[in-house]
């Protein structure tokens, strides 16, 4: 019920602006999204985080019988943390626009708000049709904030982005619409809930289950977005609004990494055994390629969008190693990137509204400016560049040690030392750790530029009516959430990874409880792990295990750990 | 004759209005006159009420091919046939009526509202009586029931020159069609013996049972699927559509994209079922000849039809295109044929498809319908309203015109079939049949059609809400006639509040051509190598 909530209160509070005066259309929209982060906090309070499925707060109704559609909404620990992170990142947009946008207002923050309702509808549907609902739902608040209120290349930009994204998920929706007509075969019922179809689609033989990995990815690699289908997004970031911004790295490329993991991998673990290599080689030229191309940016905001491409480049070689580690990562790296990656847009657009540049060469040295400004600024990109103590750190270093034991696969434990489920391995590891390095220098070659440097401003600049030279106390009351998150997490994340094991460890599951003797590999691993939830091994890395405690270790070990 | 006509009451309503709309056309009272498109609007309610009410249901009474169909089936019509009279409402005679106010003596003679409005009612009630047909030669009358009316409503819907063009087109593609299918009328008749449909498909079905299908049948079944793809603007006998759907007037390009291709789509499942499936059940499917013919045809108009719909700046044109791949998609639950389960039969979603195309064609029409800038003179020296078509009309209408502009963008986005719009429950069962009919390839085609389609509805949204409004959009001002922005704001909100009610209509399009469906019925999964397996 209280997701329900979470839905409807800003979908209430829009049609509240588009019926009350324009001045009073930026107070509605923060009151109601902080009605919904006091709704987010109980939902947080109110679940019990030990358990794994995605059967708790749920509400259902039916909507189309005859189609098999019901509105069926609940969460997991996964889901509900995006939730939270989604509408945590609710009123820092709406606060953070206060006075970016002064035209439209009602169509900005309605928009804004309905938007948010969609994303929330996405993390917690349980029913195939109903998440496709709200995953092409989101396109058209998206595309209408993008296209009314981005920069002077908006139209295209926004254009753009409507038509990848689209394209990719109507194909998503045939492979929805394929395994659904399985399941009316195996079971003769005709349903689109989710786990009913996940239990449909693991029974699929290996070439059926690489369609339907083939169909679900055209959907969520657009989305997340994975190397040759990526360029939408520096367009689509670059020209939107910055709360556009903030939402479109914060929260929707996630939802491409969790329609990955919460389908991809559920649903055609067979297939991701198969293709996991070559999705990772995908996701390492992401990861390099898009850090190379940061390098040499002259305008902060693309170089930040590319490095989007190159993080979740981390995420989806965390999925695709498919154990504990990997996924966990990859798990706190969609939370942990929305924080990082979000702060850094916001902060770029606080200075957009001071010097209406982006572009090192036109401004730099801002550190003698505005040093509350560069001092957040050094914060945020510290924790994108992946400082120990900071939430980046954490999530990209168990994505990596994830990748890096994941297999060799030779269907005997213990060959290679340390080496755990999955079909990446070392090498792997080894290519996409260039892409911390890389990260590491275009970040700080751009912070060094843009704090550090010669003290330059645009020759026409002057003051800003409204705003003083450094941050106001809206503007750091915005930023502050943020960093605080980033702190905690990077310093004590323990209780995040503690939550999260148990779901991704159903998710692991899938994958690894495969009996793939049908296609001549030998399966040796089991899904022994279930009983011993919350026990922690703290096993050795380096040991040769047997098979099942291996598994064991691995879905354990990493929590409490400081890495 | 009595049972037969226990049928027809909605058509004998309708036709009743027709002769009486005739005369009050004729009323020297304006006041009289303007009451035509009411007794239209009011006959088509009652005929709809009459479908539900009066239709006898189970098949012993007729010799219909699917008589449970027609309930359903003539309701959807009177329904969006009452859209299309408000909108045709003072289409033509505005410049007469005009002078008449400003005191020119009436004269008969002048006035063509009393026709139009009578042969819009014709032209529904042969859409009806294609439904109620059960024999080839009914098929075929009510199939030119339907489509002469058109011509000529084509013709004299505007004074513009291109409307002439366009009917005289109209007209001469129109009779090469209606031969095309009439000589395969023939040849089935030569094949089988029998203008009884019902009879017709016991033959089929003895002769496929015995020394396999007669040659000529299936060349008429084939040359019947061609000529009646006439009237569903299909590839390869979309020609005209384009050309007739920018040169009528608005309101009667509506007409065209709704009630000609609901004809054609009842006939092709009254054709197709007397070859292929039986009747409200699945299993067999259509001989490999007919189904490669209908795939070829299903794929072509949904390609053609979007890639050339990308390269118009007319909207008229574009929508034009746009219809020919919609009869397209629609083809694909064609293919499918009946099925178990709304999501399983192509036949049901052809139907529901059908009742949202209406609504959100008829919608996004009556938009373009109510812009129009300063009338101007033809070299006949008729007043010709200047209606808006190219593209460039709807920039900025969002903002200059609200309630219109989001009704558009309401009904674009539903002709894209985007979620939360009728238009995504229309197209998401021709996926989910296609699929069950095994038709994979045919439903990828399908989605990336719809992502083609993608690039030019977008500009019906982008247009209207992002653009300042240039010289030529600020042209055009809101027409007088106020009941076609009302159908246009009708057509969005029925395109938003047909999503709520998207269940009993599945339901009901369900049940209309699969009588004795009770629920789901459980397949025999031994045929499937496959086992459940239940993975941890």
């Known amino acids: 019920m209280v997701l329900l909530l979470l839905i409807v209160i800003p979908l209430i509070c829009a049609g509240l602006i588009v019926f009350n005066p324009r001045e009073q259309a930026k107070y509605i929209a923060a009151g109601g999204s902080l009605v919904s982060v006091v709704f987010g906090v109980v939902a947080l309070a109110a679940f019990n985080w030990s358990q794994g499925g995605m059967d708790q707060l749920t509400f259902t109704t039916p909507w189309v019988p005859a189609l098999g559609l019901n509105f069926d909404i609940g969460a997991d620990a996964v889901s509900l943390l995006l939730i939270a992170l989604t509408i945590l990142l609710g009123p820092i947009c709406v606060i953070g626009s206060f006075t970016a946008v002064v035209e439209n207002q009602k169509t900005f923050y309605a928009w804004l708000l309905i938007l948010q309702s969609a994303m929330v509808g996405v993390f917690c549907a349980r029913d195939l049709v109903l998440f496709y609902i709200c995953f092409e739902f989101t396109l058209i608040p998206m595309y209408i904030l993008i296209a009314m209120f981005g920069s002077s290349n908006r139209r295209k930009a926004s254009t753009k982005f409507f038509l990848y994204t689209f394209t990719g998920s109507v194909i998503a929706l045939a492979g929805f619409a394929y395994v659904a007509w399985q399941h009316s075969v195996f079971t003769g019922e005709w349903s689109f809930n989710m786990a009913a179809l996940g239990e449909t689609a693991r029974a699929l033989n290996a070439s059926q289950q690489a369609w339907v990995l083939l169909a679900l990815m055209a959907g969520f690699a657009v989305k997340v977005p994975l190397f040759p289908v990526h360029t939408w997004l520096p367009l689509a970031h670059t020209e939107a609004p910055t709360a556009g911004s903030v939402i479109l790295a914060g929260v929707l490329l996630k939802l491409g990494t969790y329609g990955v993991y919460k389908f991809a991998l559920p649903f055609a673990p067979a297939a991701v055994l198969d293709y996991a290599p070559f999705m990772a080689v995908l996701a390492i030229i992401g990861i390099v390629y898009a850090g190379l191309i940061c390098w040499v940016q002259t305008d902060i905001k693309k170089l930040v969008a590319y490095s989007s491409v190159s993080h979740l480049g981390f995420c989806m070689l965390g999925l695709f190693a498919v154990n504990s580690v990997g996924v966990t990562g990859s798990v706190l790296y969609m939370i942990s990137h929305g924080f990082s990656t979000g702060a850094l847009f916001l902060m770029i657009g606080m200075m957009y509204e001071r010097y209406h540049t982006r572009s090192m060469k036109e401004v730099s040295g801002l550190g003698s400016k505005m040093p509350v400004w560069s001092t957040f600024m050094v914060f945020f990109v510290m924790a994108s560049v992946g400082l120990p103590g900071l939430n980046g750190f954490v999530s990209e270093i168990m994505c990596l040690f994830g990748t890096f034991q994941s297999g060799p696969w030779t269907g005997q434990a213990g060959v290679t030392p340390g080496a755990t489920f999955g079909m990446l391995g070392p090498v792997f590891a080894a290519f996409a750790g260039t892409g911390m390095i890389v990260a590491a220098i275009y970040l700080l070659y751009m912070t060094g530029k843009i704090v550090w440097g010669p003290t330059r401003e645009p020759d026409d600049h002057h003051a800003h009516e409204v705003l003083p030279t450094d941050l106001s106390a809206r503007e750091i009351g915005v930023l502050l959430p943020l960093a605080a998150g980033c702190l905690v997490f990077g310093l004590y994340p323990a209780p995040l990874m503690k939550a999260v094991e148990a779901p991704v460890n159903d998710t692991v599951a899938y994958v690894q409880s495969l009996n793939t003797g049908d296609t001549g590999r030998v399966m040796v691993w089991t899904a022994a792990h279930e009983d011993d939830h919350g026990s922690d091994h703290n096993a050795d890395h380096g040991d040769t295990h047997t098979d099942e405690h291996a598994q064991d270790e691995h879905s354990e070990d990493h929590s409490g750990e400081g890495h | 004759m009595a049972e037969t006509l226990a049928y027809l009451w909605p058509e004998v309503t309708l036709f009743l209005a027709t002769c009486v709309v005739m005369v009050v056309g004729l009323s020297p009272s304006a006041a009289v006159r303007r009451l035509c498109p009411l007794i239209c609007g009011i006959s088509l309610a009652a005929a709809g009420i009459f479908a539900i009410g009066t239709t006898p249901t189970g098949p012993e009474h007729t010799r219909s091919l699917m008589p449970s169909m027609l309930p359903y089936a003539k309701a959807i019509i009177a329904a969006v046939g009452i859209l299309l009279v408000m909108l045709l409402a003072g289409t033509v005679d505005r410049e007469e009526e005009a002078n008449i106010e400003k005191g020119r003596t009436f004269d008969p003679l002048r006035l063509n509202s009393g026709e139009f409005y009578s042969f819009f009612l014709f032209s529904l009630t042969g859409l009806m009586l294609t439904a109620s047909a059960d024999t080839l030669i009914w098929l075929f009358l009510a199939l030119e029931l339907t489509s002469l009316p058109t011509y000529v409503m084509v013709t004299i819907s505007t004074a513009r020159s291109n409307a002439r063009e366009a009917g005289v087109k109209y007209f001469f593609l129109g009779a090469l069609g209606a031969a095309i299918f009439l000589y395969g009328f023939t040849l089935i008749y030569g094949g089988t013996g029998s203008v009884h449909l019902t009879e017709i498909r016991h033959a089929i079905t003895t002769q496929m049972a015995g020394e396999g299908l007669n040659p000529i049948t299936l060349a008429g ?225 399908l989605g990336l059609n719809s992502a083609i389609a993608a690039f030019y509805y977008l500009r019906l949204v982008a247009y209207p809400l992002f653009d300042e409004a240039g010289d030529e959009a600020r042209a055009f001002n809101l027409t007088p006639m106020r009941t076609r922005p009302a159908v246009g704001a009708l057509g969005a909100a029925g395109v938003v509040l047909m999503t709520v009610f998207a269940g009993p209509i599945a339901r009901l399009a369900h049940n209309a051509v699969h009588p004795d469906s009770q629920g789901h019925v459980a397949d025999d999964a031994s045929n499937n190598t496959d086992e459940p397996v239940a993975a941890k």
Not at chain 2, 410 to 431: Q, V
């Open chain 2, 221 to 445: 079944i084939l040359l019947a699927i061609i000529g009646i793809g006439f009237k569903i603007a299909a590839v390869p006998m979309h020609y005209y559509t384009a050309d007739v759907y920018q040169g009528a007037a608005t309101p009667v390009t509506a007409m065209l994209a709704f009630v000609p291709k609901t004809a054609g789509f009842l006939a092709l499942m009254l054709v197709c079922s007397t070859i292929g499936w039986h009747y409200g059940e699945s299993g067999a499917g259509l001989p490999d000849a007919v189904r490669l013919l209908l795939w070829v045809m299903a794929v072509m108009s949904m390609t053609l039809g979007n890639v050339l719909a990308l390269l118009q700046t007319s909207m008229k044109r574009m929508l034009a295109y746009s219809s020919i791949a919609h009869s397209g998609y629609m083809l694909v639950g064609l293919i499918a044929g009946p099925g178990d389960t709304f999501t399983q039969s192509g036949l049901s979603a052809v139907l529901f498809y059908l009742l949202s195309y209406g609504v959100m064609s008829t919608g996004a029409f009556a938009v373009i319908a109510s812009l129009e800038r300063n009338p101007q003179r033809t070299h006949t020296g008729e007043l010709a309203y200047d209606e808006a078509d190219s593209i460039e009309a709807i920039r900025g209408l969002a903002r200059t015109k609200p309630l219109l502009g989001w009704s558009l963008v309401i009904c674009a986005l539903s002709l894209l079939g985007f979620p939360l719009t009728i238009g995504f429950f229309g197209k998401l069962p021709l996926f989910t049949a296609g699929i069950s009919a095994g038709e994979i390839g045919l439903v990828v085609i």
